[in-house]
């Protein structure tokens, strides 16, 4: 289903993208010129699409950026039981509306493990692979205490959205650069709280992108892995 709108006093290489997926519309921004070569850039838990200007703003005179909000996040309500493989295939699904048949891929946090997924399910797809602050380092190691207790708590903070509104969200970005918590807090203020739920949820039950890191070996795409410098990004992971 086609849906493209432009962003009401932007410029017209600017659209908003509306799309549907098992019933579920799926919400994505682009940036750029069509024929530009197309990136992807997935955002992080609590996020959504805007999260993307601090990592690629800027870059759509050179690529034709899309930034989709995740099954779950921001525009894109569900409040069922998510899973790494519908979070990718929606990636697909949304290269598959846009008429791209390959794309670079990029993901910060939770995002890098939809890219990372994406990457193993659609290896066809892929033009590149980057992978920022990865945190998920396989099934058979699981996730570090740190990303661990905050995964928890992130879960434990989204049930309390469900019951008294996303307000409930706010001491989580406490400990954050107050420019970086005013954006934060911000951009979750307008979420479904059904769907933070889900998304904690989901991060909380530790479920991995993938079984073993055997499984890297099949990615043939030249890949980027940025490590994170923070205790939920532990370095290692990269």
Request: aromatic share 6%; proline share 8%; hydrophobic share 45%.
């Given at each position: 289903?086609?849906?493209?709108?432009?962003?009401?006093?932007?410029?017209?290489?600017v659209?908003?993208?509306?799309?549907?997926?098992?019933?579920t519309?799926?919400?994505?921004?682009?940036?750029?010129?069509?024929?530009?070569?197309?990136?992807?850039?997935?955002?992080?838990?609590?996020?959504?699409?805007?999260?993307?200007?601090?990592?690629?703003?800027?870059?759509?005179?050179?690529?034709?950026?899309?930034?989709?909000?995740?099954?779950?996040?921001?525009?894109?309500?569900?409040?069922?039981?998510?899973?790494?493989?519908?979070?990718?295939?929606d990636?697909?699904?949304?290269?598959?509306?846009?008429?791209?048949?390959?794309a670079?891929?990029?993901?910060?946090?939770f995002?890098?493990?939809?890219?990372?997924?994406?990457?193993?399910?659609?290896?066809?797809r892929?033009a590149?692979?980057?992978?920022?602050?990865?945190?998920?380092?396989?099934?058979?190691?699981?996730l570090?205490?740190?990303?661990?207790?905050?995964?928890?708590?992130?879960?434990?903070?989204g049930?309390?959205?469900?019951?008294?509104?996303?307000?409930?969200?706010?001491?989580?970005?406490?400990?954050?650069p107050?420019?970086?918590?005013?954006?934060a807090?911000?951009?979750?203020?307008?979420?479904?709280?059904?769907s933070?739920?889900?998304?904690?949820?989901?991060?909380?039950?530790?479920?991995?992108?993938?079984?073993?890191?055997d499984?890297l070996?099949?990615?043939?795409?030249p890949?980027?892995?940025?490590?994170?410098?923070?205790?939920?990004?532990?370095a290692?992971?990269?």
């Amino acid at each position: 289903m086609k849906d493209p709108t432009k962003t009401p006093g932007a410029r017209a290489d600017v659209a908003e993208i509306w799309h549907e997926r098992e019933g579920t519309r799926l919400f994505a921004v682009v940036r750029g010129e069509a024929e530009a070569r197309p990136l992807v850039f997935i955002h992080g838990g609590l996020a959504d699409h805007r999260a993307a200007a601090l990592y690629v703003g800027g870059l759509e005179d050179r690529y034709r950026v899309i930034t989709p909000d995740l099954r779950g996040s921001g525009r894109s309500i569900f409040r069922e039981a998510l899973t790494w493989d519908a979070l990718a295939d929606d990636v697909a699904g949304l290269l598959d509306h846009l008429g791209v048949e390959r794309a670079l891929v990029a993901g910060v946090s939770f995002g890098s493990g939809v890219a990372l997924r994406f990457a193993l399910r659609h290896p066809r797809r892929l033009a590149g692979l980057a992978l920022l602050s990865p945190l998920f380092a396989g099934a058979e190691r699981g996730l570090a205490p740190a990303p661990r207790e905050a995964m928890l708590r992130m879960a434990d903070f989204g049930e309390r959205a469900l019951r008294e509104g996303i307000a409930a969200l706010t001491p989580l970005f406490a400990e954050l650069p107050p420019p970086i918590r005013a954006r934060a807090l911000a951009m979750v203020a307008s979420f479904d709280p059904g769907s933070v739920a889900a998304t904690t949820r989901f991060l909380a039950s530790e479920a991995q992108p993938l079984a073993s890191l055997d499984e890297l070996a099949t990615i043939t795409a030249p890949t980027l892995v940025v490590p994170g410098d923070d205790p939920s990004h532990p370095a290692e992971v990269a």
